[in-house]
């Protein structure tokens, strides 16, 4: 069974500080790697996608893929209170055709 | 559309009963998705259509469940003889090409079963 890993959180980081969310994988077969934003009561949102080892960077927000030590990392810069959610990450694996397994997700809290 | 349109958003419904879940993906994506998400807990995959090819059904956790998605667009998931165990949210998703591109997910249907 391909499995995603996260830390369940919750993680709580003062306003202007780095949050750092972390994903593992079991399958070194795995292709694209995404992290989803899901703030409680709504369904998840794509905020990146990575596909090649290194970093990927978007606005405040940095994925990390290494894909050598199966390990996903997304970066949030100068944290606000509005990125607290519950963050998904996700992994494109083949397991009798492609498709995308989820991790539970770390709950992330960014205190005024 | 402009989403992914699913109905109805809330649904209770007594053990026994038969439900229909429908999901209208954003126009012009080929793959579709299926998921469904109990409280606290992350996603669980369920089925995934991808063009004409043959639905990969291999999450589907009991003979209850069966989808189906007609003219390559919209898609029914439909569940017979409801259990309380089938409370969850069943969340739909749509993308361009298939699963190694996001995807975008509709508001899901909250589906209680009492």
């Known amino acids: 069974q391909k499995e995603v890993e996260q830390n369940s959180g919750p993680l709580s980081v003062p306003e202007g500080a780095i949050a750092s969310l972390n994903c593992t994988y079991s399958d070194r077969g795995s292709q694209s790697f995404f992290w989803y934003r899901q703030y409680s009561g709504k369904s998840p949102e794509l905020i990146m996608s990575i596909y090649s080892n290194g970093d990927k960077e978007d606005g405040r927000f940095t994925a990390q893929l290494n894909k050598a030590s199966q390990y996903v990392s997304l970066l949030i810069r100068d944290s606000q209170p509005s990125d607290s959610a519950t963050y998904l990450c996700?992994?494109?694996?083949?397991?009798?055709?492609?498709?995308?397994?989820f991790g539970a997700g770390t709950r992330l809290f960014v205190k005024a | 559309g402009a989403g992914v349109s699913q109905s109805p958003s809330n649904k209770v419904t007594e053990k026994g009963k038969d439900v229909e879940l429908r999901c209208d993906p954003i126009s012009g994506h080929t793959a579709l998705y299926w998921y469904r998400q109990s409280l606290g807990q992350g996603l669980e995959f369920l089925i995934y259509?991808?063009?004409?090819?043959?639905?990969?059904k291999s999450g589907l956790p009991s003979d209850r469940f069966s989808a189906e998605r007609t003219g390559g667009s919209v898609s029914t998931l439909t569940i017979q003889r409801t259990q309380q165990e089938d409370s969850a949210v069943y969340l739909c998703?749509?993308?361009?090409?298939?699963?190694?591109?996001?995807?975008?997910f509709g508001s899901g249907t909250r589906l209680t079963v009492v």
């Open positions: 996700a992994v494109n694996s083949w397991n009798g055709g492609f498709k995308t397994i």
């Open positions: 998703a749509s993308s361009f090409k298939g699963s190694g591109y996001g995807y975008t």
């Open positions: 259509f991808q063009g004409n090819s043959a639905p990969d």
